[in-house]
């Protein structure tokens, strides 16, 4: 993979872990001029919108009638979103289609492992441990990403 490529991937990983989040982080690069898409949302409301759905995806997470992240209506929705994060964060020696491509990727392997990281309930102490950490995780990558995305010389 280039280096070209890993926002595009990152950004999938971030889908697959917390969904929302990606949006949210989207809409903030949006935002900053950082996106290859124009139609992305870039209007304050939209990021302030953006970021108390993924604060609200967090804490529902952590909700025993949370569904689980691999049936196929969610599924299917978190590699649209990694798709198009990708397409949107490919770097400037990447194509779109390839970020495409990377963010799918990136979304499938995010979904899977941090399912498989974070284990299926919150009913104990260690659970929650590792559903904030899975938080903590997604949040940290979208900023990450975000402040890296669009800028000049990045590789």
Do not use: C, Q, Y
Not at 35 to 40: K, V
Not at 115 to 120: E, I, L, P, V
């Amino acid at each position: 993979m280039t280096a070209h490529l890993w926002p595009s991937f990152g950004l999938g990983v971030v889908t697959g872990m917390r969904s929302m989040t990606a949006v949210a982080a989207l809409t903030w690069a949006a935002s900053l001029g950082r996106t290859r898409l124009a139609w992305l949302p870039a209007s304050a409301e939209a990021r302030d919108l953006a970021t108390l759905a993924a604060l609200a995806e967090m804490a529902g997470d952590k909700m025993p009638f949370a569904p689980d992240r691999r049936i196929a209506p969610s599924f299917i929705l978190r590699l649209g979103l990694g798709a198009v994060g990708g397409a949107a964060l490919a770097g400037p020696g990447a194509s779109s289609t390839k970020g495409m491509l990377a963010g799918l990727a990136g979304a499938v392997l995010g979904t899977l492992l941090g399912r498989a990281a974070r284990g299926g309930t919150t009913r104990s102490g260690s659970d929650w441990a590792r559903a904030l950490g899975e938080d903590t995780l997604a949040a940290g990558l979208a900023v990450a990403l975000v402040r890296s995305a669009g800028r000049p010389g990045r590789s």
